[in-house]
């Protein structure tokens, strides 16, 4: 018998998130802000593993050697560059949080980079340090407004750099932590808080999603509706809690049966769920419904002291059946799955309806064993 107690946390949805290296950037040895200009051995020892990735960029490589020393020296990892095309190569290759660069040299400028890393898309946020000998007012401004996010003249002291290196580090955690926040915030937005599955508002966004890829590829996708026989009876002969158990226990024989990493289900609420089949015809739509059918019907469910076992009835729609196939909503085909689930309810419940009105019949009567009592389909076990 299952152990409801093992099976209550089943949302497939919840994802850790990859830690940004910015995350991971704490706080050095204290002493590196006062690190000197020629940094010695036993101080360029500060730079750990965790170190964040400095990206530098200078057509001038005595110019480049200086300020790498310096900046591993103040704990950092540091990656070079001699030009604007080389540092773009080396961000999409090995992302560097924080690029430092050099804005007046042949080719592609400073200013140029700095456009052009912002029309990227990266992992993360970068942070933007603009290192020049032209710190006129004009100058600055210009830098900024083209996304740079800090401005540091080649006149100021080194020194200053390791400041201006640790407002990054604080910005970019900062933005990584709002990026984590608001993913966390979304997730929860599309998760149904009873069972952990998938909710109706997250079905209705991503079934759309696959619909737009279904149609761009001619590919095919199917879509199951079910919910749980007589379930009402639950929840009047045991309570709303033992209705919870049920919901939760469905949930996660659902998510044990979907092999196929593509395929996804939500509860659409009550009782009522949908499957969703990427890449999948009616034919194996019908042979995933009747395993989900075959899974639910096996095993009887605990409900404290008692055993209850509970059947599901589906119906099958599948977007090449459907003449429009190419206007057809999300709530379109959730609705023909709809209407063939109330066509397996009328026959009897514990079946599959697929689209073209073809019904699979129920599991034989030995499955439900020889001298079984049965009360419509909610069966109780002594």
Not at 29 to 42: D, K, Q, V
Not at 129 to 152: F, I, K, P, R, T
Not at 298 to 327: H, Y
Request: glycine letters at 6%.
């Amino acid at each position: 018998m299952i152990d409801l107690r093992a099976t209550l946390n089943t949302d497939e949805s919840a994802k850790s998130f990859p830690q940004h290296p910015v995350a991971r950037g704490a706080e050095r040895e204290a002493g590196a802000a006062s690190i000197l200009e020629n940094p010695s051995e036993t101080q360029m020892t500060l730079a750990t593993q965790a170190a964040t990735k400095v990206l530098l960029v200078d057509d001038d490589d005595r110019v480049l050697d200086h300020l790498g020393r310096f900046v591993r020296a103040a704990g950092y990892e540091v990656v070079t560059a001699l030009n604007g095309e080389a540092a773009l190569r080396l961000m999409q290759q090995d992302f560097a949080p924080i690029v430092i660069l050099n804005d007046n040299r042949p080719g592609m400028d400073g200013l140029a980079l700095c456009r052009a890393i912002r029309r990227q898309t990266y992992s993360g946020h970068v942070y933007v340090m603009l290192h020049s000998s032209q710190d006129a007012e004009a100058d600055v401004l210009a830098g900024l407004d083209a996304g740079a996010d800090d401005y540091l003249s080649k006149r100021a002291p080194t020194t200053q750099l390791v400041g201006r290196l640790r407002t990054a580090q604080r910005i970019l955690a900062l933005e990584h932590s709002l990026k984590l926040a608001l993913a966390d915030r979304e997730r929860v937005a599309m998760t149904d808080v009873l069972t952990g599955a998938h909710n109706r508002r997250f079905l209705l966004q991503q079934l759309s999603h696959e619909l737009d890829c279904a149609h761009r590829l001619r590919g095919a996708l199917s879509v199951l509706v079910f919910d749980v026989d007589h379930f009402s009876l639950v929840n009047d002969r045991h309570g709303h809690a033992a209705g919870d158990v049920v919901l939760k226990e469905v949930v996660y024989r659902i998510h044990k049966s979907l092999q196929r990493g593509c395929d996804w289900f939500a509860r659409m609420g009550g009782d009522e769920f949908a499957v969703v089949l990427p890449q999948t015809d009616i034919a194996g739509a019908n042979i995933v419904a009747e395993k989900l059918r075959r899974t639910i019907a096996a095993a009887p469910m605990r409900l404290g002291t008692r055993k209850v076992r509970l059947t599901i009835s589906l119906g099958a729609s599948e977007l090449a059946a459907i003449p429009e196939r190419d206007s057809t909503t999300a709530e379109r085909l959730l609705d023909l799955a709809d209407q063939n689930l109330y066509k397996s309810k009328r026959a009897g419940r514990n079946r599959v309806t697929v689209a073209d009105t073809v019904e699979h019949a129920t599991m034989p009567q030995a499955a439900a064993g020889r001298n079984a009592p049965t009360q419509l389909n909610l069966t109780l076990l002594n």
